[in-house]
T-cell receptor, first 115, second 113 residues
Framework: DQQVKQNSPSLSVQEGRISILNCDYT??????FLWYKKYPAEGPTFLIS?????DKNEDGRFTVFLNKSAKHLSLHIVPSQPGDSAVYFC??????????????FGTGTRLQVTL | NAGVTQTPKFQVLKTGQSMTLQCAQD?????MYWYRQDPGMGLRLIYY???????DKGEVPNGYNVSRLNKREFSLRLESAAPSQTSVYFC????????????FGPGTRLTVT
């Protein structure tokens, strides 16, 4: 059972326009959400995160929105740049006392930013 | 600061062979993780170590063993490799409290023939 879903395997956006990547989750215990970016032949790198007590978090060109009632989050990139072309993974974790932070990942969305 | 390092970068094994993937971090993180990434499957947790001296199974532990050698090092062992273990393996580390982002190594691409 896929607890974190990214239903769009790929997305193509023109340079300068907005990229919107979506993620849905089913586990209501998740209370922290992260986006990772991955280039080919490299490990994922952390991009931005949001706690369930917020509905928006912004960092430069990147904004994450969380809709808890819909169990949905999205990553907005404005403006999109060619260097943003990568695979983006959504991840979620649940606060469990005394345990390590375990992340559940989605299957990823490949973003291509075209000139 | 090298971050998280993994060796080897590439490996080809025959079915039934064994090998150990090495991971080390120099960020003084307490928790370490092993994931595998397969096409269309995202990253799946194999084993993790919340702190030195402890290890626990993740989502897909079958066929693997781990050792938390010390605070810095966390190794993953395949005792008898199978073609289904062909994958890219990532090691990650993080601070001990929940919600700290995990830092990933560059990965090991393993092919089992």
């Amino acid at each position: 059972d896929q607890q974190v879903k990214q239903n769009s395997p790929s997305l193509s956006v023109q340079e300068g326009r907005i990229s919107i990547l979506n993620c849905d989750y089913t586990n209501s215990m998740f209370d922290y959400f992260l986006w990772y970016k991955k280039y080919p032949a490299e490990g994922p790198t952390f991009l931005i995160s949001i706690s369930s007590i917020k509905d928006k978090n912004e960092d430069g060109r990147f904004t994450v929105f969380l809709n808890k009632s819909a169990k949905h989050l999205s990553l907005h990139i404005v403006p999109s740049q060619p260097g943003d072309s990568a695979v983006y993974f959504c991840a979620a974790s649940a606060s469990l006392a005394g345990t390590a932070s375990k992340l559940t990942f989605g299957t990823g969305t490949r973003l291509q930013v075209t000139l | 600061n090298a971050g998280v390092t993994q060796t080897p970068k590439f490996q080809v094994l025959k079915t039934g062979q064994s090998m150990t993937l090495q991971c080390a971090q120099d960020m003084n993180h307490n928790s370490m993780y092993w994931y595998r990434q397969d096409p269309g499957m995202g990253l799946r947790l194999i084993y993790y170590s919340a702190s030195e001296g402890t290890t626990d199974k993740g989502e897909v532990p079958n066929g693997y063993n781990v050792s938390r050698l010390n605070k810095r090092e966390f190794s993953l062992r395949l005792e008898s490799a199978a073609p289904s273990q062909t994958s890219v393996y990532f090691c990650a580390s993080t601070m001990p409290t929940a919600h700290y982002e995990q830092y990933f190594g560059p990965g090991t691409r393993l092919t089992v023939t």
